[in-house]
Structure formats: C-alpha cells, structure tokens
T-cell receptor
C-alpha cells in the first residue's frame, strides 16, 4: 500500500494568507524531498532534507523534517498566485533506493 | 529547462498500435527512470536503469517494454495498450540511484483509444 501520505489533497488559499501541507510516512525515511508541479508541467525539485528535525527555508517556503524522520511539512507564507500547483513530497524508505511519492497537495489561490 | 527531453509530447494510439516514447538527458547522469502519472494518484515508478542496467521492474505489464541503449537515452516501447494506460508518462534522471534529486522531463501525454 501507499507508504507516503499527504494532506490535504487540495488547498484553496486566499492570496496573502499562509498555509501548511503535511507529509507522513508509515516507516522511517532516509530523506525527504519536495517537488512542485505547475499545471500542465512536470515535477521540479525544490529541496531535500536529510537530518532529523532539519528545517530549511527558501524565501517564503519553509520545509521541516520531523524528529522521527517519518513526517515533513511545507509552510508557505503570504501566498502568491505563482504558488499555484501541486506539491509532492517523496522519500527514500530506509535501505531502499526507490523514491516513494505522496499523492500531492494541489494548491489554488484566490486573488 | 532542457536537461531532460521527451518525445513525443502527446500521443494518441489505438489498442493495436505499436509506438515508442523517447527520453534523452543531457546532464551526465547515470540513472534514468520511467514514471506513470495518473490523475489523483501518486507517481508510479515503472522502471529504473542504473548505468544502462535495469535495476527495477515494478510489476509493470509486459505491454510496456523499456530499452536503455546508453546512459543518456531511454525508450519505452508500447504494444497492445489498454484505455486505462492513458496517463502522463514521465522520464527522470539522477546522478545516481541513491538519495539524489531527480530531474524530470516534460512528459508524454498518452491517450489510448
């Protein structure tokens, strides 16, 4: 069954507001990666987190890897229309080189 | 972005047709992947090649046949597909297969009639 779960599946956000999307794994992950896919586009790598409790920021995006390395979050502040798209998390289950993707959170923005 | 290219971008085929999808990466990577992306489902890994050798066949039906002649090129040969095979087929590459970020191509939107 699916090992990496993402919630929510859809996120409708008012422009200027903040939101968070979550990624949960049933097993410990060696790392967590986040990708963004714009409508009609392909997944584009955003960031990778490796260490327990790691936090990384990219401008208005904050990525966090949980202490137990089983969950991750992406927080976006002051949402803009350019943030529209589907955000996927993906992780390597320990000792497995295959990347397991979540189903994604699709973000729409109300101007 | 032109690191990973895919052709064709769109393909419509009947169930009795034979067609091939092509992927080329210009990044000097050693690993290449085929994924299937269907609506509202996670990306499904189909095949993995590392240094031209297939390391993964994720229970994919035999009507999908991959070919990797060298580290830069990857093909997916299609034969006797079903309508449920309609999806976006994404090729990706990475420096190696362990814990590397993956670079995706634009995908081929396949419709099987």
């Amino acid at each position: 069954g699916q090992q990496v779960m993402q919630i929510p599946q859809y996120q409708h956000v008012q422009e200027g507001e903040d939101f968070t999307t979550y990624c949960n794994s049933s097993t410990t992950l060696s790392n967590i990666q986040w990708y963004k896919q714009r409508p009609g586009g392909h997944p584009v790598f955003l960031i990778q987190l490796v260490k327990s409790g790691e936090v990384k920021k990219q401008k208005r995006l904050t990525f966090q890897f949980g202490e137990a390395k089983k969950n991750s979050s992406l927080h976006i502040t002051a949402t803009q229309t350019t943030d529209v798209g589907t955000y996927f998390c993906a992780g390597h289950i320990s000792n497995d080189y295959k990347l397991s993707f979540g189903a994604g959170t699709t973000v729409t923005v109300r101007a | 972005e032109t690191g990973v290219t895919q052709t064709p971008r769109h393909l419509v085929m009947g169930m009795t047709n034979k067609k091939s999808l092509k992927c080329e990466q210009h990044l000097g990577h050693n690993a290449m992947y085929w994924y299937k992306q269907s609506a509202k489902k996670p990306l499904e890994l189909m095949f993995v090649y590392n240094f031209k050798e297939q390391t993964e066949n994720n229970s994919v039906p035999s009507r999908f046949s991959p070919e990797c002649p060298n580290s830069s090129h990857l093909f997916l040969h299609l034969h006797t597909l079903q309508p449920e095979d309609s999806a976006l087929y994404l090729c990706a590459s990475s420096p190696g297969i362990a814990y590397n970020e993956q670079f995706f191509g634009p995908g081929t939107r396949l419709t099987v009639l």
